[in-house]
């Protein structure tokens, strides 16, 4: 089925536009929307199944050409998740329930509704200054930098507690969508050309305008907002409800797949960081709340083609290769999600080791450094033997004595 037809069918669902233009409310038009949305199903999990692959692939210490593979993959990813989108229905609706920010006191709650690449606002607020503008605007952060938050309590650096707009942009980026100010009831009512990517689930609604210790200050942050996919409405303002909307399903599910794929790109910059490890959560939960929108989606499309008569074998297969080909991505990404995390958790046991090896080693150091020093006893100085006692001279012998009567004549007898 073309991407056109995929629209077209998608809209009966979504708005009941196009009935004559489609034949929409027919038997026909109804099982090709079901099986549109199998299709588009099919093929949203098999997107899941790269994006799981892509983590299971990263490694705990990719090489900067393996980031950047990374990275051009998510965006491509990306791209056709957009794609997808825009051919299960034709407009993507987020509810924004804004808090206040500063002391201000500001709440509100608004509608953003993406369609054609325009993102249109209906928005009410209260509790707001009124002695100056108050700008609404859309903020993101940077490409590879996760999703916008909004700031918590505390994070003012100040030491007069009050949060400055490059403080708070910290957490949520810097604006990439003005959608006007509010009127003077406190409403803003806009339409403006769709920023690029992420998606607005990884941006922030702000609205700006308070006063300061000098006075008011226009771009001071005063109440903060994160869009939530919401279901899309019928003319008369009710949510559509369950065997209506497979397609707009498949739109919820890539919504977040959408959002996963913001969170996998801080992943991707530094894995074991610390902040990482927040984003690899937040990006399996998304993935998996994706694929149980996506089982619904395949369900309700089930349901519509059963009513509408005999479901043929052509349709059955449909269904059975929709549902293996989610099980198969969920087997897939939780796969993926595993082998990082293992691998995270190897290299971060090795770091831990390294570094208690470190400071043992310094310690040693330091030990040795503060040691008293002991100077070395002197060596025993070593005595000659004494030399050994010479031999006494042996006395000369004595002279035999001499005859007084001199010498002895023996006379003949």
């Not at 708005?15 to 199903?41: H, I, K, N, Q, Y």
């Not at 093929?43 to 983590?55: I, K, R």
């Not at 825009?86 to 808090?99: H, K, N, P, Q, T």
Request: net charge negative; with cysteine; charged share 25%.
């Amino acid at each position: 089925m073309s991407t056109w037809r995929r629209v077209a069918v998608a809209l009966c669902a979504v708005t009941g536009a196009l009935a004559v233009a489609t034949g929409c409310g027919s038997g026909e038009s109804s099982r090709d929307e079901a099986l549109a949305a199998l299709e588009l199903s099919t093929e949203a999990a098999n997107l899941q199944s790269e994006m799981g692959e892509l983590v299971g692939d990263l490694g705990s210490d990719p090489s900067a050409g393996e980031k950047r593979a990374a990275q051009r993959r998510l965006a491509s990813l990306d791209r056709e998740a957009e794609q997808l989108i825009a051919a299960a229905e034709a407009d993507s609706s987020y509810a924004v329930e804004l808090r206040p920010l500063n002391g201000s006191g500001a709440v509100g709650v608004a509608t953003l509704v993406e369609s054609g690449g325009r993102v249109a606002i209906d928005g009410e607020f209260e509790g707001f200054a009124g002695d100056g503008p108050h700008p609404v605007a859309v903020h993101a952060l940077p490409a590879g930098q996760g999703v916008a938050v909004c700031p918590p309590a505390g994070a003012a650096a100040g030491g007069d507690g009050r949060l400055s707009d490059s403080e708070a942009e910290d957490f949520y980026g810097r604006p990439v969508l003005r959608l006007g100010a509010l009127d003077g009831t406190g409403a803003v009512v806009a339409t403006r050309p769709a920023a690029s990517s992420p998606p607005l689930t990884a941006r922030a609604l702000v609205l700006s305008g308070g006063r300061g210790r000098d006075g008011y200050v226009a771009s001071l942050p005063v109440a903060c907002g994160i869009p939530a996919v919401s279901p899309p409405r019928t003319e008369e303002g009710g949510a559509l409800g369950g065997e209506t909307a497979p397609a707009a399903e498949v739109a919820l599910a890539l919504g977040e797949t959408r959002a996963a794929g913001v969170e996998l790109a801080e992943v991707v910059r530094n894995p074991t960081a610390r902040s990482a490890g927040g984003a690899r959560r937040s990006a399996s939960a998304r993935l998996a709340t994706a694929n149980q929108r996506l089982h619904t989606a395949t369900a309700l499309a089930a349901d519509q083609l059963a009513e509408e008569g005999e479901v043929s074998s052509d349709d059955r297969r449909a269904i059975e290769r929709a549902n293996e080909t989610l099980d198969a991505s969920q087997a897939t990404v939780a796969g993926g999600f595993d082998r990082l995390d293992s691998d995270v958790d190897r290299e971060e046991r090795e770091g831990q080791r390294r570094e208690a090896q470190r400071k043992a080693a310094q310690q040693a150091r330091e030990e040795a450094e503060a040691a008293p020093t002991r100077e070395p006893e002197p060596a025993p100085e070593e005595v000659a033997p004494a030399p050994a006692p010479e031999p006494a001279p042996e006395p000369a012998p004595e002279p035999e004595p001499s005859s007084p009567e001199g010498p002895s004549i023996t006379h003949p007898g």
